[in-house]
């Protein structure tokens, strides 16, 4: 909608969507930093704000036609921009807030998994549904009175109000139960592994960073005890950051990550211009619908988020309590011997899932039959989305939940820059095969060298992932003893 009515470039258009996913991913450090130092409520009253202003903006930019840049009357191309970066900030916000929470409430019980997979999965399925919305309820009607192309202006209001008061609803609903003894359990890990130095030890004691029963006296006042908590909990969380960014382990679970969704992003950003390329101009063939495979790449994404949880709940080992690094002296007790799959082995498995539906694209399985076009929504949807349940729940198990939030936002930072990477390819490709003429482009050259470079993206980012599990160094996680 965004070449035919307001005659944007697919680089616009790809400039759009990279800045909604810099703005989504981006900050993600800062909000999850803001999110354990206080809490998940103020977090989830910004996304609704920035959602509904965005989606707002959005709607009224479209309503105003071409922009000068494209001999159009209607506003610039700059406020569309600005408009999904607002979104992107919500989207990561209220994805954020809701996963934190449930990480924090229920990552330490025996479905912990779960408790991950039940938020992003939501999170995925909210595609499904919106876009059925936008098709079958807000459409233009055609002059004949039939069902047209989704009514964007509207669509984008309704997005605006909906999500405006999804976040309210969070602000009063999201809360952390018994974050202190969370702390202090973290604590007390943290003094046993011997990776305090006795001049911190002391320190912690003094200032209310240990056990403080025995330091405040019963004549202090709550406002000082309140204060001595903050200062504890600041100090501990600083500690987990530390020990997270100097931990080698995680730089590859964060490039894997990178070389993994940044295609993934891609595919679901472009998915209207892929299946334009798989069938001829003015061709009577059937060509399937832009929010047929949305649908689906959110239907098999949220059934992967949902089945990896609940596997890994079943067959993933469990450890207690964790090693905190490579250094750590804590080792997890065996458990109760039973049939197990490692939660690495599943993440795996889902980065094969994400290449065979990139290498079928590249091979022109779909091109000039769209209606194959659904196995690699299929397997596409269900490798990425299993990807983003699994990371960060690999994440809460090898370093904890206490400082969640800060965690996994340095990780789910970098789909950005793989979502601008590929974004980018995809255009070049594309663009390169149209030539100068401009306008849409057709045949399997349109994609072909994007999605094969894909292939072998997911495949270096296998590699990373098992070295970080298993490979021969002091660092790796089943060196480490940590039951992942």
């Known amino acids: 909608m965004f070449l035919s009515r307001l005659r944007y470039t697919q680089l616009q258009v790809n400039i759009v969507s990279i800045a909604a996913e810099l703005s989504m991913y981006l900050p993600v450090p800062i909000f999850g930093y803001l999110c354990d130092r206080f809490s998940p409520s103020p977090l989830s009253l910004f996304s609704g704000t920035t959602f509904g202003l965005g989606y707002l ?18 506003w610039p191309f700059g406020l569309m921009v600005l408009a999904f970066a607002g979104v992107g900030m ?4 209220m994805y954020l807030s809701a996963v934190t929470t449930c990480a924090k409430n229920f990552g330490r019980g025996e479905h912990a998994g779960m408790a991950l997979a039940l938020p992003i999965a939501a999170f995925g399925l909210s595609g499904l549904w919106q876009s059925q919305v936008g098709s079958r309820l807000l459409y233009e009607r055609l ?4 069902r ?23 602000t009063i609903g999201l809360r952390v139960v018994d974050e202190g003894d969370l702390i ?34 019963e004549e202090e006042d709550r406002e000082t005890l309140g204060e001595e908590e903050k200062r504890k ?29 940044g295609p993934g992003e891609a595919f679901i950003n472009n998915l209207g211009t892929i299946i334009n390329t798989l069938s001829p101009p003015h061709s009577h063939t059937p060509i399937t619908s832009a929010a047929t495979h949305v649908s689906l790449v959110a239907l098999s994404s949220t059934i992967a988020r949902i089945l990896t949880g609940t596997l890994t709940d079943l ?31 599943f993440l795996l498995i889902s980065t094969a899932l994400l290449f065979l539906g990139s290498f079928l694209l590249a091979a022109g399985i779909a091109q000039d039959h769209a209606d194959r076009f659904w196995i690699v929504s299929t397997l596409v949807g269900a ?5 983003f349940s699994l990371v960060p729940i690999v994440i809460s198990v090898v370093w904890g939940v206490e400082n969640f939030g800060t965690n996994w936002g340095c990780v789910a930072m970098v789909p950005a820059f793989g979502a601008a990477v590929w974004g980018i390819v995809y255009s070049a490709v594309y663009q390169g095969h149209v030539g100068s003429e401009g306008g849409e482009c057709f045949g399997i050259g349109c994609y072909q060298w994007t999605f094969g470079g894909v292939c072998g993206a997911v495949g270096v980012a296998g590699g990373l992932w098992y070295w970080a599990w298993r490979g021969n160094w002091a660092s790796a996680w089943v060196v480490r003893g940590i039951a992942i």
């Open 57 to 74: 903006l959005a709607a009224f930019t479209y309503r105003s036609g071409p922009p000068p840049s494209a001999e159009g009357e209607g």
């Open 90 to 93: 919500g989207t990561s916000c």
């Open 143 to 146: 002059p004949d009175g039939g």
């Open 148 to 170: 047209g192309n989704v009514d964007v202006f509207r669509y984008f209001l309704f997005l605006s109000g909906t999500l405006f008061a999804a976040g309210c609803i969070g």
């Open 184 to 217: 202090d359990e973290g604590i007390e890990e943290l003094e046993r592994s011997g990776l305090l130095t006795e001049s911190e030890h002391f320190i912690g004691r003094e200032n209310g960073y240990g056990s403080i029963d025995h330091e405040i006296e």
């Open 233 to 261: 909990k600041t100090w501990f969380l600083n500690q987990q950051t530390s020990s997270f960014l100097k931990d080698p382990t995680m730089w590859f679970l964060a490039g894997g990550f990178f070389l993994v969704t």
């Open 315 to 345: 067959f993933a080992p469990r450890s207690a309590p964790r090693p905190l690094s490579a250094h750590s002296s804590l080792v997890s007790l065996p458990p109760k011997p039973r049939f197990t799959i490692s939660r690495m082995t």
């Open 383 to 387: 490798g990425y989305g299993a990807t």
